[in-house]
């Protein structure tokens, strides 16, 4: 992550050090960052009705992101990691990744908070650290697939295709 953009956000050189801080109480680790919220949170049509994904004219959900909702689950995750792993997310449930738990070690940036309180005066700043730490795990694996290369917990491209696409909750309905 480059200096000019830590100074940007107000963090600077501190920021880094605190990044490093919290890697070396991780030891050697893997890391996913998994976005949620934003993606497949429930919205409010124009009536305020709540809506999770679109409907086309013939009232089937359609959804930009066909796999994420399930690609992002707990039980798929476990599919994915093999080892103790850093959890960056903007999940608001606690304990939605707790399933995990029954096979590795998790860290949040929150089991951190007493190094990163004092510096941290928004999401942004918080977001940009937990990148400095998934930056240098021995694995990162991304929520989105951005090149064939990388590693992603959903193959759902990060790009928005405009492609509005029926959501897959189970491994049993990928096959339809």
């Given at each position: 992550m480059c200096g000019w953009r830590l100074e940007?956000?107000?963090m600077g050189a501190k920021g880094m050090g605190t990044a490093d801080e919290i890697k070396a109480l991780l030891g050697d680790y893997d890391a996913i960052h998994v976005r949620r919220g934003d993606k497949i949170?429930?919205?409010?049509?124009?009536?305020?009705?709540?809506?999770?994904n679109r409907k086309d004219r013939f009232g089937v959900e359609r959804s930009l992101h066909p796999h994420l909702d399930?690609?992002?689950?707990?039980?798929?995750?476990?599919?994915?990691?093999?080892?103790?792993?850093?959890?960056?997310?903007?999940?608001?449930?606690?304990?939605?990744?707790?399933?995990?738990?029954?096979?590795?070690?998790?860290?949040?940036?929150?089991?951190?908070?007493?190094?990163?309180?004092?510096?941290?005066?928004n999401n942004y700043q918080l977001f940009i650290a937990e990148r400095l730490i998934m930056m240098d795990a021995k694995t990162f694996i991304k929520t989105f697939k951005e090149d064939e290369t990388s590693l992603s917990l959903t193959d759902d491209p990060k790009k928005n295709t405009k492609s509005w696409q029926t959501p897959i909750y189970t491994l049993d309905e990928e096959g339809r």
């Open positions: 940007k956000v107000g949170k429930n919205r409010k049509d124009r009536f305020g009705v709540e809506i999770k399930r690609d992002i689950r707990p039980e798929f995750i476990l599919c994915r990691i093999k080892r103790t792993i850093f959890i960056a997310s903007n999940e608001r449930t606690p304990g939605f990744f707790s399933p995990l738990s029954v096979r590795y070690k998790l860290a949040y940036s929150s089991n951190y908070s007493r190094i990163l309180d004092p510096l941290i005066e």
